[in-house]
């Protein structure tokens, strides 16, 4: 299988290289760098890697040519990035969308696996969060997401590619990243390792659903 991963030297995206690769399928990414890094990509010399945005049609297009399976991982994410730049967190996730949707349609990809949120539920009304739970996203970041899985939907409705949404909720694990908007895990790890007391919000009751980054990708 010759497969595109949008956002392949980030996080989750390398990982999912990394288990492409070792199947033996052919892999290219199409990355930014902007929350990336190629030394997540410096063991896979074999990738194909086009440096470029995803609101970028030139790019999209060249990435996504001759590929069978687009794995859509390439986004703004976050809640409270969403909330200080919602205008870059839609022109990413909603056109970016789009670019990529649009050149799959073009090179006749068969199968997009896109990666989506449990932003889009919003505020939790029942647990456990069963799929039909109701999606009412309080952050750009929800509502952009829901508006991505809608664009696949309308996409594998409309033509003959296969669409699949993945909500992930918070996923850690190697390669994870750790700055101002980074998830609670690496934070804590940093923090240790600094020898710094962890910060904790609230009463320390709360409770949060974790995913290992092996479990996202298989």
């Not at 929800?142 to 003959?160: I, M, N, T, V």
């Not at 694990?173 to 908007?181: E, I, K, S, V, W």
Request: aromatic share 8%; proline share 4%.
């Amino acid at each position: 299988m010759k497969a595109l991963v949008t956002g392949g030297a980030g996080f989750i995206g390398s990982n999912l290289v990394k288990a492409l690769l070792e199947e033996g399928h052919s892999v290219g990414v199409l990355d930014n760098l902007l929350s990336g890094y190629e030394t997540n990509l410096a063991r896979f010399p074999e990738v194909r890697f086009t440096k470029g945005d995803v609101r970028d049609a030139a790019a999209v297009d060249t990435a996504i040519a001759g590929c069978e399976v687009v794995f859509h991982l390439a986004a703004s994410v976050g809640n409270k990035r969403s909330i200080d730049m919602p205008v870059d967190d839609a022109e990413i996730n909603v056109i970016g969308t789009l670019r990529v949707l649009e050149a799959a349609r073009k090179h006749g990809v068969r199968k997009i696996v896109a990666s989506s949120s449990a932003g889009i539920f919003g505020e939790l009304k029942t647990m456990p969060i069963r799929e039909d739970h109701p999606v009412e996203p309080d952050s750009p970041y929800g509502a952009s997401k829901l508006c991505e899985e809608k664009q696949c939907l309308a996409y594998s409705k409309l033509y003959d590619l296969e669409a699949v949404c993945l909500r992930y909720f918070n996923v850690y694990g190697p390669n994870q990243r750790f700055d101002a908007y980074g998830n609670v895990i690496p934070i804590f790890v940093f923090q240790m390792l600094h020898g710094e007391r962890l910060t904790i919000f609230g009463d320390g009751e709360q409770t949060r659903d974790f995913v290992n980054v092996r479990d996202v990708v298989q």
